[in-house]
């Protein structure tokens, strides 16, 4: 990254996530433009620690608190495109993390809850949310694998971590139409998988394949 005296380290971070937008983003094919926009905008940074600033643009996963990661960029706009989102819908996501792909999701819905299994992780991606100034986001603490019924259906789900099958619950709290996207695998690798509830009927698109670390719960890997 550029030294030059006359640009602020944000400036720096600006520029280093137009590139990355450029390069790994928008020159791999993902072309929805709100997509892109949010992902210009949300300092990605932020949700890593400091000493791995330098690198939160780069092309590769980076390592957060209790051996879990924040996927490579592309995987996250891969899938958050693949949720086709316009702007109004609620938006449930498991595995909260570091909270940046919950950023990126509330940029481009309306509401967003998010549920972690690690109480350890939730504090600093809340801190992080908040300072950024997110409002439409709500944070648990819990095994997302049984989806969040209260709030039940959502227009769109999202499945951060890498699942043995579908977890029914989710299934059932997805809205019609709705969409769901989980990597489904064993332990080592994956593949995205798209699922489209539409008159009650279920139809499955595979988006490729993926690494993900467990999602660890009664419908996922036990632990
Ligand atoms: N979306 C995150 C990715 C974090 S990695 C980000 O952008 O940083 C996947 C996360 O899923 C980990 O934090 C892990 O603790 C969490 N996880 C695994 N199993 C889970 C479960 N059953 N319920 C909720 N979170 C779970």
Avoid: C
Avoid at 59 to 65: E, T
Avoid at 159 to 167: D, E, Q
């Amino acid at each position: 990254m550029s030294k030059r005296p006359d640009r602020t380290p944000n400036d720096q971070y600006r520029l280093a996530r137009e590139r990355m937008v450029a390069s790994q983003i928008e020159g791999r094919g993902i072309t929805d433009p709100r997509v892109l926009e949010a992902f210009k905008k949300v300092p990605r940074h932020l949700f890593v620690d400091e000493a791995l600033w330098d690198q939160a643009y780069s092309d590769y996963p980076l390592p957060i608190k209790h051996g879990q990661t924040i996927s490579q960029p592309f995987i996250v706009a891969l899938m958050t495109q693949a949720l086709g989102l316009r702007g109004n819908e609620k938006v449930l996501e498991i595995g909260t993390g570091s909270g940046y792909q919950t950023a990126i999701l509330a940029e481009l819905a309306g509401k967003v809850y998010s549920v972690e299994r690690i109480p350890d992780l939730l504090p600093t991606a809340r801190r992080v949310l908040d300072r950024l100034g997110y409002t439409n986001v709500v944070l648990k603490l819990d095994d997302g694998t049984w989806g969040w019924s209260d709030e039940a259906p959502f227009d769109a789900i999202l499945v951060t971590a890498g699942s043995p099958t579908v977890p029914k619950p989710l299934l059932e709290q997805l809205a019609d139409p709705g969409v769901l996207v989980i990597p489904v695998g064993d332990e080592y690798s994956q593949v995205l998988l798209k699922v489209t509830k539409s008159g009650n009927k279920l139809r499955e698109e595979q988006l490729g394949g993926v690494r993900f670390v467990k999602l660890v719960g009664d419908h996922g890997w036990r632990a």
